[in-house]
């Protein structure tokens, strides 16, 4: 008896009704998916420029990196950027506080989760999605840079989804950087060896850039989107005037 005789056969059960049931069910999965695009198009289209800051969900108000992305998103805000995270607590919603703050556009992109997720209350226009890939998406889509705080899987998720996009020219002028030079340090000595084995080019190493301040985030991407505008013929950005801080 041949080996291909001897080899158990999986057993054929797409019979034509359960074909049938299966394609009702994708095609309203296709529909689902049609409408969180046209949605969140509906609400993000006019939000240009926008930075979106990704991070820790698990980090609380008094933590140093909370504070941090706090500091920073009012920066971007005076700077005429809107603000997107994940709409979430922790670092996400430090980044919707200190653009709130700094009176600019707070955007929040949540995501339907097992364990339901709250939105946090400084979010101004929010969009909520069922599948990742759309969120994905627009986070992209709608920026101009993204912010790497400390995080985790979905971090790290985010992070590398830009750099591949960047590396494989999907998406020029678009800095991704990292704030926060001890957290990244595992990363960073992982990225040089990649370099040294020829995984990546020393081009593709240097679009991982790690910022140490505030101040030379905001320099950084004020640059880049100046430098883009030039190329792109389009007005620079304006600063906004003082945030409702500021005018208490």
Known sequence: MSASKQMPQLRSVANSQRATSVKARESWHVLGIISEFVDATEKLASIRPAVSIFGSARITPDHRWYQTTVDVARRLSDSGFAVISGGGPGVMEAANRGCREGGGLSIGLSIRLPKEQRTNRYVERECRFRYFFVRKLMFVKYSCAFLIF????????????????????????FPVLLFG??????????????ERRGSISGEERAHVRVVGSAAEAVEILRGCHEGLCATLHKPPLAPRGPGPAERA
């Not at 030079?181 to 990649?194: C, E, N, P, T």
């Open 150 to 173: 400390p995080g985790g899987f979905g971090t790290l998720d985010e992070a590398f989804e830009a750099l591949t996009l960047v590396q494989t020219h999907k998406i020029p002028h």
């Open 181 to 194: 030079g001890r957290f990244w340090a595992g990363l960073h000595r992982q990225l040089d060896s990649m």
